[in-house]
């Protein structure tokens, strides 16, 4: 096994096992990281003899996001480009992932956050377990869902994904199934045996490793208390044209016999960053009629704006007060919605000056899936 410490690569046959290796940082996805993925990925495609790559991360998560604890340091030592250097890198990441020639498979056995995300669901394969806790959490650091969550949760059934990407609601595996954020579920006692399996398919040809996919998996029952139970209230209360009329369906729903799921979720919107709260709306309201480039590109030049803090710096607020301080009492700025004018956020949407957009990698001989996407 090959080590660049933290990025694991195995051999088996045909078969490339990466896996992500800081357990102690939940995997938590580093510059380095990030570079070596890129770098490898980007090889695995041009080497006739790797037909297949599996994702994973060692310990209890599979990648609990970017390590944007250190882009926090960039920013308040004035070096906002440092960390815009970051992102570009990880959403070049992301676009290869998403329009990748050959087989990915991702081992989702933990948790999957952010980042993590962002490697793993452009991919066209995403295992789910018992153990899969999923959540797109960035309102409440004063950031927005990025790495392409614009064009993944636009995309879910109705407008759950609006609820998951401005709630930062949690998920377990059997709802990342139900939902089609993960491909397969199956329990993580069967994982080592799948993993053996896949790695004797020695075909570039994805219906051979769905179809062992296929055989392992299983459909569990989703909890009662299930969000996902809950998709006609979503659906009429995220389906207003503003974070506004979402509170106050939610709220008018509240009136007519509350419950803790509509208390939590009121809770969660009130507790988020207002900034965050409207362009991560707009971005996922856009993403529904763009391919996967537009949206990293456009999620570029809003992360240059939220890195630069030149309309807020909710960003390095929320990081304060939910990673470093941890006293969870973000003083946000804009403090209230009404006070994020539309004119402030359309100024997300465009490109900061002196910055160049975002530059994704040309892609070849794709197939179809991913000629689909873009």
């Known amino acids: 096994m090959a080590s660049h410490s933290q990025v ?3 051999e088996k046959s045909s078969a490339r096992i990466v896996t992500l290796n800081r ?5 938590a996805l580093s510059f380095q990281m990030i570079s070596r993925l890129l770098q490898l990925f980007l090889a695995y495609e041009e080497d006739p003899s790797v037909k ?3 994702l994973k991360g060692q310990g209890r998560a599979f990648c609990a996001g970017g390590d944007v604890s250190a882009v926090v340091r960039d920013i308040e030592q004035g070096n906002w480009r440092l960390g815009a250097k970051f992102f570009s890198d990880e959403y070049m990441l992301n676009y290869v992932m998403a329009t990748y020639s050959k087989t990915q498979v991702s081992v989702l056995n933990g948790i999957v956050m952010g980042g993590g995300a962002g490697v793993s669901v452009h991919g066209r394969f995403r295992i789910a377990t018992e153990n899969t806790l999923f959540a797109m959490p960035e309102t409440v650091l004063g950031l927005f869902p990025d790495v392409g969550a614009s064009y993944f949760l636009s995309r879910l059934p109705g407008f759950f994904g609006e609820y998951v990407g401005l709630t930062g609601a949690r998920l377990d595996g059997a709802e990342m199934l139900a939902c089609g954020l993960a491909t397969h ?3 993580s006692t069967r994982l080592t045996a799948l993993e053996a399996e896949l790695c004797r398919v020695d075909s570039s040809d994805p219906t051979f490793v769905s179809t062992i996919l296929d055989a392992y998996t299983q459909n569990p029952h989703l909890k009662q208390q299930s969000a996902y139970h809950r998709l006609d209230v979503i659906d009429r209360c995220f389906s207003g044209r503003t974070v506004e009329e979402i509170i106050a369906a939610l709220e008018r729903e509240a009136t007519h016999g509350g419950d803790d799921w509509l208390s939590a979720t009121i809770s969660a919107l009130k507790k988020a960053s207002p900034a965050s709260l409207k362009i991560s709306l707009r971005s996922i309201r856009e993403g529904r009629v763009q391919g996967v480039g537009q949206c990293l590109s456009r999620e570029y030049r809003m992360v240059c704006h939220v890195l630069k803090g030149d309309i807020s710096k909710d960003f390095v607020e929320g990081c304060r007060a939910i990673l470093i301080d941890k006293d969870k009492n973000p003083k946000w700025e804009p403090w209230r ?6 004119r402030m956020v359309e100024q997300y949407f465009k490109r900061v000056e ?3 957009d975002l530059k994704l990698p040309p892609r070849k001989k794709l197939p179809a899936l991913a000629m689909a996407k873009l």
């Open 354 to 356: 002196e910055e160049e």
């Open 23 to 27: 357990p102690k940082q939940l995997n």
């Open 185 to 187: 579920y199956l329990p």
């Open 8 to 10: 694991l690569v195995e």
């Open 337 to 342: 919605l009404e006070e994020m004018k539309d």
């Open 52 to 54: 297949l790559v599996i």
